[in-house]
């Protein structure tokens, strides 16, 4: 029981540490694009990928990332 516990903080661990992964690789891409990719955008390949709980986390991470405090829509 306190394994299958442990399992899955540690799989839902993985799975932050994937979608923070996956945001970082998108920003870069994005600037390589000339209009680049706003927030949003983002958020929504994010999202088609691992579902709302991947938008969630994606959205946080991002304005961490920025030392936003609120959401300001902005491309990369």
């Known amino acids: 029981m306190i394994n299958e516990k442990a399992n899955k903080v540690q799989d839902n661990a993985n799975e932050i540490i994937d979608i923070k992964s996956y945001v970082d690789d998108l920003i870069v891409e ?17 999202k088609s990928v691992f ?24 491309r990369f």
């Open 30 to 46: 994005a600037k390589k694009i000339d209009n680049g990719f706003s927030t949003q955008q983002v958020c929504n390949i994010v």
């Open 51 to 74: 579902g709302n709980k991947g938008y969630d986390i994606a959205f946080e991470y991002i304005l961490n990332k920025r030392g936003l405090t609120r959401y300001s829509d902005s």
